[in-house]
């Protein structure tokens, strides 16, 4: 099971509605495949430059360490060091903050993540979960 | 004069039914800002997954050098190690060939670039100048 | 609404003269664009050589995530791994401290940033605001 | 002897009026000293955003190798694979093209370099040796 660019743009179609119906700063959005490359991103009027490399970032940590951007940020707080390190071994593209989310297929393994940047980090994710939801799929924050 | 997310989106889709319509192989599309920096991108189905950082590349060095691919094709062809070393000062993120589109607004000013990748670089160019015009810009391969 | 050179060469003599007058340690002062390139930059006499790096990271930072440096200090202190994660997401060139201070044109939006280094950051930031608002725009430390 | 900020402004200036007296297209011109480090850059107005990192590629490659652009072009083409190597150990910051120019002070010695970029490369290096001319130095293109 794979997340077709089809699934991928309507992903990001209910994260940026969710983010604009609760009043959200201009989001971000990225989704990335089960070996965490871009499938589809777009960055909504009005956000800063930047916010391709956070959204990736975000979703890429979540890929590449099988965890929402939620379990990163515990452990980086309980391990700087080691999240530190993560990152060195990933060229620095891991951002382990809320608003990388995780999601499962059918049968729970993972088929790739969102990256959420543009308001609070908690905002972010869950912006990210509600377009997860929207296809049917399950996120993990 | 900038390019909107709409817009972006809009160029993203004419430039892959441009693709479908003339049967080129799955393209994957990327919308940069006058600053080089990510608006909108779309892999299409069954395109490889290091699609994004090919179709970055070329758009990214048309913004930066402020000439589309083909012009940069040329450059390389006649000065390979100019090419590379430009390629060196921007951290390797520089892709040389058709492609890469300049696109520019009302006045002539350069507001932006589109990269395709995915079929032959030619066909890139192709698909994405139908993007760009698609939308009633001007595009400089 | 853009920077132009006329313009940036202002900013940058009004924080240097800002900087002699109230006795600083020698400025150096970068201006960058709305995609977070530089148009000018200058070191005084007596300044250490690494100062180019500094001032274009203090106002690089400011333009990708869209606030100011004393905005990017406090979620560093918050959060520092977050900003040890960003920075590495933009290839360690962010240095999150006050100094680093967005240009907004007549309409609101962020034309641009200006870096200043070489004092406290407090000074800093402060004779970056007096270069902003000698050219009559608006300066967000 | 060192180039101070007030050499570096007449030099760039010198070299900006030469283009434009000559019908070039903008120029960037960048001034460093002689560790390879910037003292002042400008942009023209219209010069394509990523001008920063071509101009210093050239002065840079000028000073950390202590040859002219031009002698470092011919470098490149009859050893490739030695000016690959060097600008990999310089960290892709070397451009070994004609419009970086060394300048070398009274008694002979080295005291930075100047790098300018934006039209074709012998172009370059003429405005780069009228900047440095015009202060009363000596240029080594």
Chains 1, 2, 3, 4 share one sequence.
Do not use: C
């Not at 992903?11 to 499938?39: C, F, N, W, Y």
């Not at 800063?48 to 965890?67: C, D, H, N, Q």
């Not at 060195?88 to 088929?111: D, H, N, Q």
Request: aromatic share 4%; net charge negative; charged share 20%.
């Amino acid at each position: 099971m794979e997340i077709g660019i089809e699934t991928a743009r309507r992903i990001i179609a209910a994260a940026q509605e969710t983010g604009v119906a609760r009043g959200m700063k201009p989001l971000s959005v990225v989704v990335l495949d089960a070996g965490g490359h871009p499938i589809a991103f777009e960055r909504a009027d009005g956000a800063s430059p930047g916010r391709f490399e956070i959204a990736r970032g975000k979703a890429y940590g979540a890929v590449m360490l099988g965890m929402g951007g939620r379990a990163q940020a515990e452990r980086a707080a309980s391990g700087p060091a080691f999240m530190a390190a993560i990152n060195g071994a990933f060229g620095g593209k891991v951002v382990p903050v809320p608003g990388g989310v995780l999601v499962r297929g059918a049968e729970g393994a993972v088929i790739g993540a969102v990256g959420v940047t543009g308001d609070t980090s908690d905002n972010d994710a869950e912006a990210a979960l509600a377009g997860i939801a929207a296809v049917g799929l399950t996120g993990e924050a």
